[in-house]
Structure formats: C-alpha cells, structure tokens
C-alpha cells in the first residue's frame, strides 16, 4: 500500500507526464467529439442511403487497422513532442474543414485524412510516456493514460450528441476543432527531449549495419510480438474469453448502432435533435456503469460482462419494436427512446469497463503493449466488419428487422457467458463440498 501511494504522489507532481496526460484527455475527446454531428449532417440532414452511412464509418476505422504499424515505425524516429503537436495541428483544419462540406465524398476524404492523422498521435503519445516515467511507474502510468483514452469514448460521443442538440452540428466542429488546437498548444510546454534515461535499443545500436537489414530485422520483430500477444491473451485466465465475448458483442451491436439514423428517419417528422439526446443519454448510461460496476464485487468479471451483453441486446431489439409499432416521433415515443438508449448505455458499460479492468488485472507490464495491441487490432476488426453486415441486413431485409437481429444475437450472447459462468461457479463450489466431505 504505501508503494502505491507513493507512486501516485510521484506520477502527480511529474509535471511532464500530468502535461501530457492533460493534452492527451482534451486530443482523445476531440477524436471522437465529431462523430454525433457526422452521422446528423449523413444521415439526416443529407438523408443518406444505409449503405453510405456504412461507408462513412468505414473511413473513420479503416486507416487505424492499415496504418497502425506504419505510424508505431514513424513515432520511433521522429521527435515525439512534434509529431504530436503537427497531428493536432493537421487535425484542427480537417475538423475545420467540415463545417464547409457540401457533399458526401467530401466527409470521406475528410475523414480518411483526420483518421490517419489520429494514428499518428497515439503511438507518439505512447513513447513519449515511457520518456518522463520511471519504469517503477509504467504500469501505473499506463492505466492512467488507457482511463483517459477510454472515458474520452464514451464522453465524446455523448457531449457531441449534447452539443448537436443545444446549440447545432457547425458548433460541434468548431469546438471540435477548438480541442485540437488547445491540446496542439498544451504540448508545447513538454520537454522534447527524453527525461528519463535508459539503455540504447539493439535496433539504434545497429544503424550502421544497413538500413535494409534493420527494416528486415523490425518486421521479424513486429510479426514475432504480434504473435507474444496471441499467446498471452490466450494464456491468461478468462481473458481470451472475454475477449471474444466483448468483440462478438461489439460486432452485433455495430449491426443496428451503425444504422440509427436510419432507424430515426422512420419516425415523421424527426428532429435531428433526438439523434443528439439519444447519443447523449447512452453516454451518460455508460458513464454510471463505469462508476458503479467496481462496486458489484460479487459478481465476476465475465458475468458482469454477459449481463451488460443481454441488458443491452433486449433493449436495441426493443428499441426497433418500439419504432415499428409506434412509428409517431410524439413527445412520449422521444422520452421513451431516450430513456432505452441510456439504459443501453448502461447495459455496454457494464460489458467494457470489467474487460478492461481484467485485462489492466492481469496483463503482465512487460507485456501491456503487445496485449493492448492485439486487443485493439481485434476491436477494430469488430467496428469494421459490423457496419459492412448492418449494411447488408437493413439494404436487404429493412432497418428495423436488422435492430431485432442484433438485439436477439446481443442478448443470447450475453446469456450464453452468464449460464456459462454460473454453471462453472456451481461446478467449483460442488468441488468444494465434495472435499469438505471426503476430510
């Protein structure tokens, strides 16, 4: 215990790592502050085909799963401080740039180029870390940076939604936009050299070897910790299973979640504010989640995450009933959805933050970046297969019927993990009993 007060009080008066941290929370929020006021203008405003919004994601997530290990090489070589502070840069015009979009292939090419851009800070965030904390630290300075990156998901969307509703999609960019230049500015004051010195790295030492025999050397070693972080995630208990628990859950819900507006637009007379709202209170949900499920120590990780599965699955299947049977956007028909969406939110929150806690639990620190790797390489495959299938299902069968599927798929998950695990917990305390017997 007195350890880690110590190390607490050591990372809070690391100025360098708080500034970066500071940086890193206001950058992380802009990613994704964008992403309610982009599927309003798609979806509602330009009345776009489900396929075109399928494709609008898709720009936003494919250059993550292509780029990824290119922009890893190129925050190894470059000055960190400024690689981060030229992607904000770039990334206050291109979020600028979509206050002056008029056409849908404008938002692609403006999302492919801020998409690339967002690869570039996270690896150069990541190095730099390692710069201004002590390797007694890491762990912990890691899972403060993982927090940030993962509550700015789930505020991001919701304040984007807040910002749409209140005050319309040209202010949301605009703030937007305004997140990047004060995390750009902020970054200023973090030393651009490294604070904390360490060993030369084998790949420094050999430049003189041949700049094609390092390149050889980098993509064994890339291909080679890629597999070390397979094989831990399958070595560690309830992790690999958690794993394909969370990522089928991601994948059924992106079934119905990339399709809403389609779904909104079935209801006459819809205000692009409900979109907002909606969005809003599914953050606010997940955000209670985050805050209450420390709390529920009884229940396992694994049956936290089954529960929050099915809680989410019945109520976006119920959410496509609601809209099919009740197709009139009346004050009571827009309560009744933004209650539903808030307790989906709810429901997801209560299926992500126990993964991440046992996934922060048991990934040894040597580890943590080939783990958290893997780990989103699969997530991101997740978010771009989902959209392509709800795609195909609201083109192909209607958008209601594709909310239905997903909610049912969701819930049965969910019930699958939680009778598994209650089956297992019967099992072990059997065991138990049996040999309390036997002595």
């Known amino acids: 215990m007195e350890m880690t007060m110590k190390g607490q009080r050591g990372l809070k008066h690391n100025r360098p790592f708080v500034t970066l941290m500071v940086a890193q929370a206001i950058s992380n929020l802009g990613d994704w502050l964008h992403l309610l006021a982009i599927l309003t203008l798609v979806g509602i405003r330009w009345n776009a085909t489900p396929w075109e919004i399928t494709f609008t994601t898709l720009c936003a997530a494919l250059p993550v799963l292509i780029t990824g290990p290119f922009a890893g090489a190129l925050a190894d070589r470059m000055n960190r401080k400024w690689l981060m502070i030229a992607a904000d840069g770039a990334r206050v015009v291109i979020v600028a740039g979509f206050i002056f979009a008029d ?4 938002v692609y090419v403006l999302l492919i180029l801020k998409s690339l851009f967002d690869v570039v800070f996270s690896p150069a965030k990541n190095g730099k870390l390692k710069e201004f904390v002590p390797h007694e630290q890491l762990a912990q300075a890691v899972s403060i940076s993982s927090v940030i990156e993962q509550m700015s998901k789930i505020i991001g969307p919701a304040l984007g939604g807040l910002l749409v509703a209140a005050f319309g999609i040209t202010w949301c960019f605009i703030l937007d936009s305004a997140s990047f230049l004060i995390s750009g500015i902020i970054l200023l004051w973090i030393p651009g050299k490294r604070v904390i010195q360490s060993a030369r790295q084998p790949v420094q030492e050999s430049k003189e070897e041949g700049k ?43 079934f119905a979640d990339s399709q809403t507006v389609v779904l909104f637009r079935q209801l006459p007379g819809i205000s692009s504010d409900l979109l907002g709202w909606c969005v809003g209170a599914s953050g606010v949900g997940t955000l209670i989640a985050a805050m209450s499920v420390r709390k529920w120590k009884r229940a396992g990780h694994v049956l936290k995450m089954g529960l929050g599965t099915s809680i989410a699955g019945l109520v976006i299947g119920a959410a496509g009933v609601v809209v099919g049977v009740w197709p009139h956007a009346g004050l009571g028909a827009n309560l009744l959805l933004i209650s539903m969406f808030a307790l989906a939110g709810i429901g997801i929150g209560f299926a992500v933050v126990p993964f991440q806690i046992l996934l922060q639990e048991q990934t040894p620190e040597a580890m943590t970046g080939r783990v958290f790797g893997t780990v989103g390489s699969v997530m991101t495959a997740s978010n771009i297969m989902g959209p392509v299938v709800g795609g195909f299902l609201v083109t192909s069968f209607g958008v209601i019927p594709a909310f239905v599927c997903s909610g049912i798929l969701m819930t049965l998950l969910g019930l699958v993990y939680v009778i598994k695990r209650r089956s297992k917990k019967m099992d072990v305390t059997l065991a138990s009993e049996v040999v309390a017997v036997s002595e």
């Open 212 to 254: 094609g025999d390092i390149s050889s050397r980098e993509k064994g070693a890339f291909l080679k910790e890629t597999l070390e972080g397979v094989r831990m995630l399958a070595s560690l208990p309830q992790v690999g299973s958690s794993l394909i628990l969370l990522a089928s859950a991601i994948l059924f819900l992106q």
């Open 103 to 106: 056409q849908i292939w404008h």
